[in-house]
């Protein structure tokens, strides 16, 4: 206990002397005589909650250096880390990587000041508010008068509304499709260049989705009259043509309905640049279709047509030029889609689609050392795939891992596992596997696996998508266990004993999940959204009442022999990321999962438990050793299997901030428990009651590093446990002083690919 106070002493007073070390550096350091560091750079909103100072963050020209917590200017302090004097190799080589890897000190510039009040000015009036002011405060800081704090005041003023919307538009079919009633923009709205642009949008992407390939928003314009004094705007649309003078044979193209004629594949060449020596194949026999590549081919033609909703004899639209390319880019044997259209007559046009090969083989292997309730081991795994198997996209896997665990009581512990699986673009999967387990003093377990799988394609501007689990098919078999295993285990366990019992597991599951992230606006606030109904046994349930069979001595219908499970599974799972700033994000995240056996079975299987604590869960805890419930385990195997349940919990606070461009750090509170529903004899404290479970809620906190690889993620987490439920019964459930901390039982690190949530 005492080894461990002091090396927990020592890792809070290394992470002090450091804190200390890069705040004491003098920030202005490389700041030249005559300016100013920019200390700080924000804006101030007064009279309207319309328009935040966040809106308006992105206007200006000029920003401080980045911080973390909302004044530490890391970056910044590892830049001046540098010593000036860079005579020598050393210091010169301190002095590179130090720039390289911190960032340098803004300097304050008048000039873009002005330039950003400009900007924010403008922006206010494409918001409505045509009367806004800006103005700023400067304010000179620090000791050697070198900071400047820079506040940018916007006073909004009352906004102009609309009050009238029209439209004089000329063609019936444009004008049918902008008229007022389908229209984004409403009187009464405050005036928002952003939604009158999206109006445009929404008429021209209406237009071409009826086949009217060369309409562009760039007809469409507005005619806006706000002479009237009580801040009110009156807006017409109209089309910019009729403004002035065109050929007719212009006119007469944009309002010209356009037909596929043909579609061209282009499949892996360039015609400007073919091989020398390599030979341009075309093939034109299919109809319309026509497919030239270099070589040989990389996909069949019947998987090019169905892919694309673009058809010769049919109408371009918009909306099918946008599935087309969705459904070409899913294809993982596609690198790049293009896809462009010639004119070869009066409303006729010819697609033209190129697609570029991408890496069709890849193979991955990974080893990786383990640690797990005091016991060492060793992991090591191979995988292949070919996203291209059968020349139609189909995505071929194949992957083995073994594990090796030296265990502190002597025995040795080996799992392995081979597994293989082939998708089809249509999104339907098939996966078999194949996992055996060793425990020389316990037992040996096999588990066989199949499953067919299916996922629902994305609708368009849909946040949604839809998995199913169509079918999937388990067979536990245990050949061989120890009497000792037997006797002190099984035969004492109830909540177990049909988990370690030969059994089959036939289940069925569908997964919803949701998310408003956009790749267009990474810096956004997001939500993530999973929800999943899993259901086992009823199938064969029906047919053995059917047909009337007999049960086994455990009343329960068997297969082959072989008893199989029956549960209802439901599982919730909520993540909020909330971006404060591009390099500080606060991730709130909670999940709940309940699991109830019934009918053909009284327990669920081991492999469908619930397991608590490890990298994903209450980070304080080693995977698989907290709860259920006030349930305390001592590390070894007999516990450890016993430390399941039926029910789960897990609440997590995360803040992650980027340091450098490869480097995160992040701090955490986790809290969480599982539980079982029955009260179990062997799982004493355990089961859920409505009165008690809050106070059963472990709580854990801690700090992590995330290095993105480009890649992947790789994380380490170092958790503490805070609050131990196993602990109430001796009064010690408070990891702090008096009860202390120690190091094997209270706190540990996790190693794990990828963010927790």
Not at 213 to 234: G, M, P
Request: proline share 3%; net charge positive.
């Amino acid at each position: 206990m005492l080894r461990a106070r002091k090396m927990h002493r020592l890792l809070v007073g290394l992470g002090a002397g450091v804190l200390i070390l890069f705040s004491s550096c003098n920030t202005a350091k490389f700041v030249p005589e005559g300016q100013y560091l920019l200390n700080k750079a924000k804006v101030r909103v007064e009279d309207t909650k319309e328009i935040s100072s966040s809106d308006l963050n992105s206007y200006l020209r000029q920003k401080h250096n980045s911080e973390i917590f909302g004044f530490w200017k890391l970056q910044l302090h590892v830049y001046n880390t540098a010593p000036r004097d860079t005579s020598t190799k050393a210091n010169k080589w301190f002095a590179n990587n130090a720039h390289k890897m911190g960032e340098a000190p803004v300097i304050y510039d008048d000039m873009l000041t002005g330039v950003s009040m400009e900007q924010i000015g403008l922006a206010m009036k494409n918001r409505g508010y045509f009367n806004a002011g800006v103005d700023t405060t400067k304010r000179v800081t620090g000791k050697d008068g070198k900071k400047m704090n820079l506040t940018y005041h916007v006073t909004a003023n009352a906004p102009y509304r609309i009050a009238e919307y029209s439209t004089l538009i000329e063609e019936p079919e444009v004008e049918e499709i902008a008229r007022q009633d389908r229209s984004l923009v409403k009187v009464g709205d405050i005036y928002n260049t952003a939604t009158l642009d999206e109006e445009r949008q929404r008429v021209t992407t209406a237009m071409r989705n009826r086949g009217y390939y060369y309409f562009d928003k760039t007809l469409l314009a507005y005619a806006a009259d706000s002479s009237n004094q009580n801040n009110t705007v009156k807006l017409q649309m109209h089309l910019t043509h009729y403004q002035g003078i065109i050929p007719d044979s212009i006119r007469h193209r944009i309002y010209t309905k356009q037909t596929i004629r043909r579609v061209c594949f282009h499949t892996d060449y360039d015609p400007s640049r073919v091989p020398e020596g390599l030979i341009l194949h075309t093939d034109s026999g299919e109809g319309d279709y026509v497919y030239s590549y270099v070589g040989t081919k990389f996909l069949r033609h019947r998987v090019l047509r169905k892919r694309t909703a673009l058809k010769p004899g049919e109408m371009f639209s918009e909306r099918r030029l946008e599935r087309t390319y969705t459904n070409l880019n899913s294809l993982g044997a596609v690198k790049y889609v293009d896809i462009s259209f010639t004119p070869v007559d009066s409303g006729l046009l010819d697609c033209h689609i190129t697609l570029s090969r991408a890496k069709i083989h890849t193979i991955s292997a990974e080893v990786e050392g383990t640690y797990s309730a005091g016991d060492w081991g060793i992991a090591a795994g191979v995988g292949y795939a070919n996203k291209n198997i059968f020349r139609g996209g189909e995505l071929f896997t194949l992957n083995g891992r073994g594990s090796y665990e030296w265990r502190t009581n002597g025995s040795r512990a080996i799992e392995a596992r081979a597994e293989a699986g082939l998708q089809w673009p249509n999104q339907l999967k098939i996966n078999i596997a194949y996992n055996y387990q060793q425990r020389p003093d316990e037992y040996t377990r096999t588990l066989a696996n199949a499953g067919l799988y299916y996922t629902a394609p994305r609708k368009p501007r849909s946040h949604w998508t839809h998995s199913f689990n169509l079918v999937d098919i388990s067979y536990i078999y245990l050949p061989w266990m120890s009497d000792r295993f037997r006797k002190d285990f099984i035969e004492k366990s109830s909540a177990l004993r049909a988990s370690y019992e030969d059994h089959f597991i036939l289940d069925w599951s569908y997964t919803g999940r949701y998310t408003n992230y956009s790749s267009r606006n990474p810096n956004r606030s997001y939500i993530n959204f999973q929800y999943t109904l899993e259901t086992a046994g009823n199938f064969l349930y029906g047919v053995a009442s059917l047909a009337n069979l007999s049960k086994n001595e455990q009343g329960s219908y068997t297969l082959f022999n072989t008893p199989f499970a029956q549960y209802a599974k439901g599982d919730v799972n909520f993540t909020y990321h909330h971006v404060i700033h591009p390099q500080h994000k606060l991730v709130y995240h909670a999940g709940i999962g309940v699991i109830v056996p019934y009918l053909n079975a009284t327990t669920v299987p081991f492999e469908k438990r619930y397991f608590a604590g490890g990298s994903n869960s209450v980070r304080g805890w080693q995977a698989r050793t907290l709860g259920p419930g006030t349930f305390r385990g001592e590390g070894n195997t007999l516990v450890y299997d016993l430390q399941a349940g039926d029910i789960r919990l897990d609440l997590n606070l995360e803040y992650r901030f980027k340091v450098l461009k490869f480097l995160e750090l992040a701090a955490f509170t986790d809290a969480g428990n599982i539980w079982t529903i029955r009260d179990y004899e062997q799982q004493p404290g355990g089961v859920f009651r409505f009165d008690s479970f809050y106070k059963q809620i472990a709580w854990a906190y801690g700090v992590g590093v995330r290095l993105d690889l480009s890649l992947f993620i790789f994380r380490v987490d170092f958790g503490v446990k805070l609050y131990d439920p196993s602990r109430m019964a001796e009064g010690k459930q408070w990891r702090t002083a008096p009860n202390g901390l120690g190091w094997n039982d209270d706190m540990t690190f996790h190693f794990a690919i990828g963010h927790p949530f």
